[in-house]
T-cell receptor
Framework: KAGVTQTPRYLIKTRGQQVTLSCSPI?????VSWYQQTPGQGLQFLFE???????NKGNFPGRFSGRQFSNSRSEMNVSTLELGDSALYLC????????????FGNGTRLTVT | GNSVTQMEGPVTLSEEAFLTINCTYT??????LFWYVQYPGEGLQLLLK?????DKGSNKGFEATYRKETTSFHLEKGSVQVSDSAVYFC????????????FGAGTRLTVKP
């Protein structure tokens, strides 16, 4: 069974640009969550989607947004990039929400210059 | 709110040494507890989990027991190998129906031959 697939693996953008990251969950998983990982802040929850609906959102500004498609694939978008947005963005899928272990992709490394 | 506190690293051990990584949590209700491992350049992989008090999760020689009385979920392994070198994250999941998992800061383990 294929794991969680994130594309692209690496991105370099300049301040002020926007970026879209993509995530394909494990087949049969309907919940997709996004996390930001930085050396200073560790792993921080961005948002979670289940059946195309945002179920929960972390404490990030409105520049961070996401969506989920009918096939459970998800995208997240960051607009007006700032230097502090440089991070590893991890996508995770699970069969259901609540106490269900997350299965993570290898992440997208975003560098903002 | 819910939170996880992990012992700070880095931890350096010799092969076949005993490993303990401490993890304590703060949560309302009855969360599920997890240990994840992250190898260089990869996302997080679920190592083990426990969903209720006194449960013991185990995998690949690692184990952790959900202790409600001490709000702890310490990770142990009797004999570490060089291949266990990675970053270990303790995490909790609110069972109320979302995947907003709270992660500890991570503990980097290096095992020397």
């Amino acid at each position: 069974k294929a794991g969680v697939t994130q594309t692209p693996r690496y991105l370099i953008k300049t301040r002020g640009q926007q970026v879209t990251l993509s995530c394909s969950p494990i087949s049969g998983h309907r919940s997709v969550s996004w996390y930001q990982q930085t050396p200073g802040q560790g792993l921080q929850f961005l948002f979670e989607y289940f059946s195309e609906t945002q179920r929960n959102k972390g404490n990030f500004p409105g520049r961070f947004s996401g969506r989920q498609f009918s096939n459970s694939r998800s995208e997240m978008n960051v607009s007006t990039l700032e230097l502090g947005d440089s991070a590893l963005y991890l996508c995770a899928s699970s069969r259901k929400v609540g106490a269900s272990p997350l299965h993570f992709g290898n992440g997208t490394r975003l560098t903002v210059t | 709110g819910n939170s996880v506190t992990q012992m700070e690293g880095p931890v350096t051990l010799s092969e076949e040494a005993f490993l303990t990584i401490n993890c304590t949590y703060t949560a309302t209700g009855y969360p599920s507890l997890f240990w994840y491992v992250q190898y260089p350049g990869e996302g997080l992989q679920l190592l083990l989990k426990a969903t209720k008090a006194d449960d013991k999760g185990s995998n690949k020689g690692f184990e952790a027991t959900y202790r409600k009385e001490t709000t702890s979920f310490h990770l142990e392994k009797g004999s570490v190998q060089v291949s266990d070198s990675a970053v270990y994250f303790c995490a909790l999941s609110d069972t109320e129906g979302n995947n907003d998992m709270r992660f500890g800061a991570g503990t980097r383990l290096t095992v020397k031959p």
